[in-house]
């Protein structure tokens, strides 16, 4: 089917603003339509007696693999071991009795997450993906599909998926805990809730989008940036440098913030600038304590955060406010920001957004 632009300048754009809908989309497929309940596909296998979760990914998909294990560790209290496709199937994994493994992949094909799938089917792993493009092959070959509804993708950067894996993710991750009787209804109500009022949160945080361009003017001509996060707003750290090395060619690095110190604080002087994501969770005092060490060391910090009076403003190179979140939802608003700031990191240096030079939309060659 042909795909068009719209009114947007690009498809990543275009993407990018579809979020709420093709998450509100995805969301209700695995939420009951009274909005109490989280659903999941019938599974060939009992949820409440797997033993360990094993999740495999690459590029982006890893990153929301990275955050669903906080979610299965914290709503689940199950172990969750997450790799990159690439040196998962060259290593000896220890497969648990009973274990399932999880694959994430827009497309279905990526070579070497397929491969990675083929390996755990084997070693008579149970199996599920989660796919956006359901006639794949990964589709076809795992034991269940754990469908994402973010239609088609055509930026070479993805966004839309990653948001929708993330949706899928989490509701998986509350669904493993009610079947493990972990979460009582009152619960799964709240977080039912919290996940319903979040395709409305993404509009919001998408309509203050303008705020975005300064702090990407301001980052434009930087060599290297730092994105630093904590707790489940790491792997949005590293989303967010993946996204703006893609599509800008500027240097980043994700990294969790209490690891500065041991090394890349070393690179820090004016010329770099670190955007901090530290929302008001438990960990917004670490994380500050972490962009102050940054600030008395000259580096330009830009702050996003629900509480962004933690930092003077005058001392800050931009800012960016979010609204308040539950961590189920927290992640995804902040995966936002984040790929709208490489979005126009990238226009203000006049690169080629949806095809950026040597990336491929699906990497089916190792
Ligand atoms: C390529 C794309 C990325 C994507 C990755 C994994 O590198 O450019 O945007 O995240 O492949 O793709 P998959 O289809 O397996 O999610």
């Known amino acids: 089917a042909l795909v068009s632009k719209g009114n947007h300048r690009h498809f990543m754009q275009k993407e990018i603003f579809e979020q709420p809908v093709v998450v509100s989309q995805t969301l209700g497929r695995y939420l009951d339509p009274i909005g ?31 955050v669903a294990r906080y979610w299965i560790e914290k709503y689940a209290r199950t172990p969750v071991e997450v790799d990159i496709a690439s040196e998962f199937r060259y290593r000896d ?14 497309s279905g094909e990526t070579a070497d997450t397929l491969a990675a799938l083929r390996h755990a089917k084997e070693a008579g792993q149970h199996t599920a993906a989660i796919v956006n493009v359901t006639e794949s092959t990964m589709a076809r ?10 239609g088609t993708e055509i930026g070479v950067a993805s966004t839309k998926a990653f948001t929708c ?38 509009s919001t945080v998408l309509a203050t989008e303008e705020n975005i361009k300064a702090i990407a003017a301001e980052i434009a001509d930087a060599r290297d940036i730092l994105f630093v996060g904590r707790g489940i707003h790491f792997p949005i750290a590293m989303e967010g440098a993946l996204k703006l090395k893609e599509i800008s060619y500027i240097h980043a690095e994700g990294y969790a913030a209490g690891e500065l110190k041991h090394g890349p604080i070393a690179l820090i002087d004016e010329n770099v600038p670190v955007i901090g994501i530290a929302p008001s969770d438990g960990l917004l005092d670490k994380s500050v304590s972490n962009l102050q060490e940054i600030m008395a060391r000259k580096g330009r910090v ?24 539950g961590d189920l939802t927290s992640p995804i608003l902040y995966a936002l920001p984040v790929q709208l700031l490489a ?24």
């Open 302 to 325: 830009v702050l996003f955060s629900d509480h962004l009076k933690s930092l003077p403003q005058a001392d800050l190179a931009g800012s960016f406010s979010m609204p308040s979140a």
């Open 141 to 150: 070959e795992a034991d269940i599909i754990l469908p994402t509804y973010a």
């Open 36 to 66: 109490t309940q989280v659903t999941l596909p019938k599974l060939p296998f009992d949820l409440k007696s797997v033993t360990k979760i094993t999740l495999v990914a690459c590029g982006t998909s890893y990153y929301a693999a990275s």
């Open 343 to 366: 979005y126009y990191t990238a226009l203000e240096k006049g690169t080629d957004v949806d095809q950026p030079r040597n990336l491929a939309k699906s990497v089916t060659v190792e």
């Open 165 to 202: 894996q993330l949706a899928v993710l989490a509701a998986f991750s509350v669904a493993m805990g009610v079947a493990k009787g972990l979460i009582s209804s009152d619960t799964e109500k709240t977080l039912v809730k919290e996940l319903e009022h979040l395709p409305a949160q993404m």
């Open 93 to 106: 994994p220890i497969y648990a009795e009973n274990g399932l493994c999880i694959f994430i992949s827009q």
